[in-house]
Every structure is written in structure tokens, then in C-alpha cells.
T-cell receptor
């Protein structure tokens, strides 16, 4: 898989359910950031997790990072219709650039 | 909350024309970036800019592209002689420190359509 590759590519759930999205990367990283993008709109920063952290919470979001498996997951609890969007992980590996994955398209059905 | 602002939100241009996309980064940020997203594809890094010079650029950022900070608030991306394949959403971003574990904030993007 490529750097910052998410799965699943698409996820459809009922409102109130939890949504889990996974991300894998290939090289060592300094940090991993998750972004949300509503259709045709900008990238909204959700959460950053550093390479020495294993878990981080922000409201209904929970991010985990497993550097031994080079993977991260984003959990959205008690999903709402407004959470419908594409979610991207982006890894930072010590240079200035972030490397984005292809994203997971989440649909939350009311 | 401070935000990165971009203009125009959408621009249609003829192939071969020059385009300038403008950005106002968050005011106390020192690092500026351009990324692009071709429809249905990944967001790709173009260039980073710090202390009035390019700090890093990708293979995409060839001689057709240039960046400039013409004054204390604006950051621009110029695309000379646009091609059809330059059609994409271009995102400006900024951060208060360099890459090592710092949040990068993105603007709403500028849709560029080359016809």
C-alpha cells in the first residue's frame, strides 16, 4: 500500500453508530494528522498524533497510532449526519510535506 | 478562529494562460504551503515556503510554477502557461512552525479549470 493509505474506501453507517477508519503508511513518521473534507470544500484539521503517542481524543474523535504496524485508526463515536464527509490521514516524516492517503468516504444515514 | 483564506474560489482559464492564485495565511504563521487535489485523487504536496524562500518542493512543482510572498500578508502561486492537466483544486496552507509535529491549517481551496 502507499504512504497514508486509508481503508475502507467507503463506509456507510446509520446515525448513532460508530465509524472506524484505518490508515497505513510505509516510512517512519514524526506525526500523523487526520483531516475531513466535505464535498468540494477545504480540508478541516481534526487531530494530530505524534509518533511517541499511542492514543488521542478530541470530543467524539479517538485516534490511535501503532508505529510497529505503521498504522493509525480514526474512530468517530455516535455519528451524526453532519459527519458525512471524506476523511484523510496525512503523515509527516520529518520534511516539510504531508503525504496524504486516498481517503475514506463516510456516509452517515439519518 | 483564525483561518487561511484563498481567492478566487473558482477560476476558469484558457489553456496557455497564466493564473495567479492568492492566499492569506494565518497571521502569526511562518510556514506556507501549496497542495493540489485533482478531482477524485489524493491531495498532493507542491511546495513549502519559509523565510522568503522555497524550503521544499515536489516533482510536480516544475518551472511552470512559482510562489511569492509579495507583502506581509499574501502568498501566491503562479502557474505559467496552464495545461489541461493543471485543472485541480489548489489548497494553500500554513503552520506556525516547521513540519516536526505541527498542525497544518488549510484554506477552502481554489478550483482551477483549464479549458
Amino acid at each position: 500500500s502507499q504512504q497514508g493509505e486509508e481503508d475502507p474506501q467507503a463506509l456507510s453507517i446509520q446515525e448513532g453508530e460508530n465509524a472506524t477508519m484505518n490508515c497505513s503508511y510505509k516510512t517512519s513518521i514524526n506525526n500523523l494528522q487526520w483531516y475531513r473534507q466535505n464535498s468540494g470544500r477545504g480540508l478541516v484539521h481534526l487531530i494530530l498524533i505524534r509518533s511517541n503517542e499511542r492514543e488521542k481524543h478530541s470530543g467524539r474523535l479517538r485516534v490511535t497510532l501503532d508505529t510497529s504496524k505503521k498504522s493509525s485508526s480514526l474512530l468517530i463515536t455516535a455519528s451524526r449526519a453532519a459527519d458525512t464527509a471524506s476523511y484523510f490521514c496525512a503523515s509527516g516524516a520529518g520534511s516539510y510535506q504531508l503525504t496524504f492517503g486516498k481517503g475514506t468516504k463516510l456516509s452517515v444515514i439519518p | 478562529e483564525p483561518e487561511v483564506t484563498q481567492t478566487p474560489s473558482h477560476q476558469v482559464t484558457q489553456m496557455g494562460q497564466e493564473v495567479i492564485l492568492r492566499c492569506v495565511p494565518i497571521s502569526n504563521h511562518l510556514y506556507f504551503y501549496w497542495y493540489r487535489q485533482i478531482l477524485g485523487q489524493k491531495v498532493e504536496f507542491l511546495v513549502s515556503f519559509y523565510n522568503n524562500e522555497i524550503s521544499e518542493k515536489s516533482e510536480i512543482f516544475d518551472d511552470q510554477f512559482s510562489v511569492e510572498r509579495p507583502d506581509g500578508s499574501n502568498f501566491t502561486l503562479k502557474i505559467r502557461s496552464t495545461k489541461l492537466e493543471d485543472s485541480a483544486m489548489y489548497f494553500c496552507a500554513s503552520s506556525d512552525r516547521g513540519m516536526s509535529g505541527n498542525t497544518i491549517y488549510f484554506g477552502e481551496g481554489s478550483w482551477l479549470t483549464v479549458v
